[in-house]
């Protein structure tokens, strides 16, 4: 009987012992198998921004860097310094480097076709953000940016509205404007023609190239102030200044004075950054045309979306205002750059 039990007892050992191990094993095949799920990895995008020249540019960077943050998505990023050349470069070190999206701001609007094109035949997409390029649309996958057009027809429909009442027989217009050849500035001035062809009395007297730069506006203010002993251009009286950017407004701002400008012509710019917000609010500008740099999170969205092999709209406006003399200050909300 002694033995009976002792065989039983040896036996429901065995049987526990035996569980025990079937046990560890399918917890060890269960880990081993989620181990084994390869951790989803992080999309890499490659951005070539073209530099620094303003607060909105600066803030257009920070926007697209703080959207992917937020989704884990890394940026490679090349600060190209102006020059177009640069860009190409950097494009062609994220087509080598093998990353999963390429987004850049072309600084002019030709020059692209072959850099997209390697590109192209390296299967990553590419989206153009901020400015247009005139390539063949099959060579990007989308743009997302502001409608240029657009701003130019605001700036040029309050000037409309800004004159209505005037009984002057000619108003003349200084054009400052953006980088040549880039698209934004052709937009800008052909929105802006568009809208003051209907007002015979409005009249371009000059329209010069200021780069999108501060110093640039300054530069070209302190020459004409200095060649014509005054706010004239060969014996005329520049009534209205057109600027493709705040940067460049606020230069000519400096410049009037420096050089003791008391009587301010009517000047309508773009971007409004907070420092020319500040100048309108202060009865220095009359209008600020809104353009948005806070691409970041739509721009996150489109890049996974291309990632995963998908298609996008070909073109994504950003909503933007326009800031007038008129307004209410005091619902205005601090810009952020
Ligand atoms: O392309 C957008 C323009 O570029 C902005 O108006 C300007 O400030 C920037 O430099």
Known sequence: MKRIKIFFIVLCSFVVLA???????????????????????????????????SSWRIR????????????????????????????????????????????????????WDNVLQEAKEAGIPVIVID????????????????????????????????VENMTNQKINILELSGT???SIAIERAGGFREMIQKDSRLNIIHSEDGDFLRSRGKEIMDRILGMNN???LDGEPIDVIFS?????????????????????????????EQECID?????????????????GPVLMDLVEVVAAKKEIPRVTYMEEK????????????????
Do not use: W
């Open 19 to 53: 569980a025990l191990i079937s046990i560890l094993l399918t917890y060890k095949n269960l880990s081993a198998g989620i181990e084994e799920i390869p951790e989803k990895e992080n999309l890499i995008v490659g951005f070539s921004q073209i530099g620094t020249e």
């Open 60 to 111: 257009n960077s920070e926007s697209i860097f703080e959207a992917a943050a937020e989704k884990n998505i890394k940026i490679l990023f090349d600060d190209a310094k102006q020059k177009q050349s640069n860009q190409l470069k950097a494009i062609r070190s994220f087509i080598v480097y093998q990353v999963d999206v390429i987004v850049f701001v072309p600084i002019v609007s030709d020059g």
């Open 131 to 162: 400015r247009q390029i005139d390539v063949d649309s099959s060579l990007y996958a989308g743009f997302l940016g502001e409608n240029g057009y657009e701003e130019g027809r605001a700036a040029g429909k309050f000037l409309l509205q800004k």
């Open 180 to 182: 040549e050849n880039s």
């Open 230 to 232: 005054g706010l004239f």
């Open 244 to 272: 493709h950017n705040d940067p460049m407004t606020l230069g000519l701002l400096e410049s009037f004075e420096k050089n003791n400008i008391s009587d301010y012509p009517i000047i309508i710019s773009i971007d409004a």
């Open 279 to 295: 100048a309108l609010v202060n009865g220095k500008i009359n209008c600020v045309v809104e353009c948005n740099p806070n691409l």
């Open 322 to 337: 326009v800031f007038t003399e008129n307004d209410d200050f005091s619902s205005y909300i601090p810009r952020g750059y």
